[in-house]
């Protein structure tokens, strides 16, 4: 079985055949919505929008806990998330897509590990490289098989949000490193790798970030959603070529 967490634009699969929803609980409460469980092309697949099912839940409040539990509970071979991102690097420009390899997290109060009950000893991961390369070698892949241009690699800022940034804020990311910028990678990512899951993700690029290319003035947000349909298009294909090469 794979795992699809979908994040903004993509709060269905479409291609998707469902056989049915259901309500997990976890210890850590209930996930973003239930899980839907159907076929692409003959294989089973997970799906779980991110956001809620009407996208209601901002990144600070989603639980990745039971999200990451969730899925985890049903044994994925992977876990293939799907994230839209502001482009910081000059080349990652509106509805192209990157497989990251590198993490920088800015986010503050989210429940960010599983490891913190009284009893339990203190653990600390390997977060080196904080996302699976099977995995990432599967999307690039598929990219390849599907005919999809992506990114091999990148660095992922993951802000707090529900704002965008300051053009300054996104001149220190930049500083530091970062390529794009996002809100839901951290601590997605992190549970992820507590849970030894095989996670990667999809970064999709809605917009320049503040302050960059055409946004210089200010963040042209009506733009977003159009950006978005259109990428998700080439995201649906890449996830139907990873099925076929999953098998290989
Ligand atoms: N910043 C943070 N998160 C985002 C952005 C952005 O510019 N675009 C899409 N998600």
Redesign the pocket.
Known sequence: MLAIIGG?GLTQLACLEISHRQIIRTPYGEPSGPLTFGKLRNEDIVFLARHGHGHTIPPHAINYRANLWALHSLKPAHVISVA???GIRADLTPGQLVIPDQIIDYTHGRGATYFEDKEQPVTHIDFTWPYCQQTRTLLLRAAHHGNETVFDGGVYAA?Q?PR??TAAEINRLARDGADM???TGMPEAALARELALNYATIAVI??H??GRGSNAAG?ALHE?HAVLEQAMIKVRNILEHVVSCHGD
Do not use: H, Q
């Open positions: 903004s839209s991102v502001g802000t949000g965008l940034e910028v996002g809100m809605a917009n970030a503040a963040i977003i």
